[in-house]
């Protein structure tokens, strides 16, 4: 069974910063892993599958890499807006989620 | 524009028995796999179970398995969840989602219902 560990639990981050979130699966998933962000009261929002691929009208500013156990979901400039959860998935498996706030 | 509409959720005793639906709409319901994923208060995500296109491939998480069961109606546009032995731990928000692979499953789910509650209480 795969788990998949999310990391830092909590990123504390001022708007224009970069925020790197990361992903570790606990056996190869090679780049079946995509990535959601959650705000409070919303449904989830898909970002990123295929490890790197943007979802449809996801910004540029969000962009995804890795493959094999260990992925980066990365925001270049944090928007107001930006600040929210963020969770990996791995088909039946979603990560604990990372919660990024403002500073 | 894609729509999920959840229903179907309430409060219900320990033991009893629940039945969500999903209305569809703004796509070829038929062409898509579809999944049940729950969210309990204040936790993280968790995927429930999911049903390919035509029925022909079912899963279900292994803390549901022998309880739920996922049933869709490509006629009506519909997806179901029939919950049956609930437990208190089953509390949470089900959200419908939308697999965005035609005609497989990729478990990448790109539209999602804003979830229906289910809490499970004496």
């Known amino acids: 069974e795969i788990v998949l560990t999310q990391s830092p639990a909590t990123l504390s981050l001022s708007p224009g910063e970069r925020a790197t979130l990361s992903c570790r699966a606990s056996?190869?998933?090679?780049?079946?892993l995509a990535w959601y962000q959650q705000k409070p009261g919303q449904a989830p929002r898909l970002l990123i599958y295929?490890?790197?691929n943007r979802a449809t009208g996801i910004p540029a500013r969000f962009s995804g890499s890795g493959s094999g156990t260990d992925f980066t979901l990365t925001i270049s400039s944090l928007e107001p807006e930006d600040f929210a959860v963020y969770y990996c998935?791995?088909?039946?498996?979603f990560g604990q989620g990372t919660k990024l706030e403002i500073k | 524009e894609v729509q999920l509409v959840e229903s179907g959720g309430g409060l219900v005793q320990p033991g009893r028995s629940l039945r969500l639906s999903c209305a569809a709409s703004?796509?070829?319901?038929?062409?898509?796999?579809m999944h049940w994923v729950r969210q309990a208060p204040g936790k993280g995500l968790e995927w429930v179970s999911g049903?390919?296109?035509?029925?022909?491939?079912?899963g279900y998480a292994d803390s549901v398995k022998g309880r739920f069961t996922i049933s869709r109606d490509n006629a009506k546009n519909s997806l179901y969840l029939q919950m049956n032995s609930l437990r208190a731990e089953d509390t949470a928000l089900y959200y419908c989602?939308?697999?965005?692979?035609?005609?497989?499953?990729?478990?990448?789910?790109?539209?999602w219902g804003q979830g229906t509650l289910v809490t499970v209480s004496s």
């Open positions: 989602a939308k697999d965005d692979d035609y005609s497989s499953s990729s478990y990448y789910f790109d539209y």
């Open positions: 703004g796509f070829t319901f038929d062409d898509y796999a």
């Open positions: 049903i390919s296109w035509n029925s022909g491939s079912i």
């Open positions: 056996q190869s998933v090679s780049s079946y």
């Open positions: 295929d490890a790197s």
């Open positions: 998935q791995q088909r039946s498996k």
